[in-house]
């Protein structure tokens, strides 16, 4: 609760979710999900650290697989952009489903807003307002404009809301309910995994003549 309540409001997220009227339940659907990354943190330490007798040891492989998982959530690298192989790693990394999820939950759903330097400067032909000029562009591959009834010195601004960035990362809030019972699937592998584990590689085992006799 500390954590999200020092991020989650601060950072202003809460805003993004006003225009679909959302706020309540988007603000508990992220609560939900800081509380699933930190039981998966949590339960993928023991996983990791059950069957190993050195702490230095299991943290090293714990680094390993944790920034696998965050390489690979789709994020620095989109799905399509990915090889053959590595596709595989998206699917099963469990910082997917949570970026996804967290993305698309905190900012899903409003205008898009670019800075001064993200903006995009054109001329459009003479006699021609930048409106005018950029509508068929924009019908066809989205965006927004600045300064509609300029005639000169177009701003356009690439995207005219946050789906479309959320798009290009794979990401969507209609997900982002399953993407939350997901990570829950990945909690319970982890507590499963690690008791087995432990059990596999702790507990002692009779031998067979012990048990003969």
């Not at 979710?17 to 959302?22: G, I, K, L, Q, V």
């Not at 990394?93 to 001064?116: N, R, W």
Request: aromatic share 16%; proline share 5%; net charge negative.
């Amino acid at each position: 609760l500390f954590i999200f309540v020092c991020w989650y409001y601060p950072v202003g997220l809460y805003r993004n979710a006003e225009p679909t009227d959302a706020v309540h339940e988007r603000g508990a659907l992220m609560f939900l999900l800081i509380l699933t990354f930190l039981l998966f943190t949590s339960t993928f330490a023991h996983m990791v650290i059950a069957g190993i007798e050195l702490a230095e040891t299991g943290g090293n492989l714990a680094n390993l697989v944790f920034s696998l998982c965050l390489v690979f959530c789709g994020v620095l690298a989109t799905p399509a952009q990915l090889p053959g192989f590595w596709i595989f790693m998206y699917r099963v990394s469990p910082f997917t489903y949570l970026v996804s999820a967290m993305l698309s939950t905190g900012v899903s759903g409003t205008d898009a807003i670019c800075e001064q330097v993200e903006y995009l400067h054109l001329n459009p032909p003479s006699n021609t307002t930048c409106y005018t000029y950029m509508d068929p562009y924009m019908n066809a591959m989205g965006g927004t404009l600045q300064n509609p009834n300029a005639t000169t010195d177009c701003a356009f601004c690439q995207i005219s809301d946050t789906n479309t960035f959320l798009a290009s990362v794979s990401s969507n809030f209609d997900d982002a309910w399953r993407n939350f019972g997901l990570m829950w699937v990945f909690i319970a592998f982890n507590i499963f995994a690690a008791v087995f584990i432990y059990w596999l590689a702790r507990v002692p085992k009779a031998s067979k003549n012990q048990g003969s006799a």
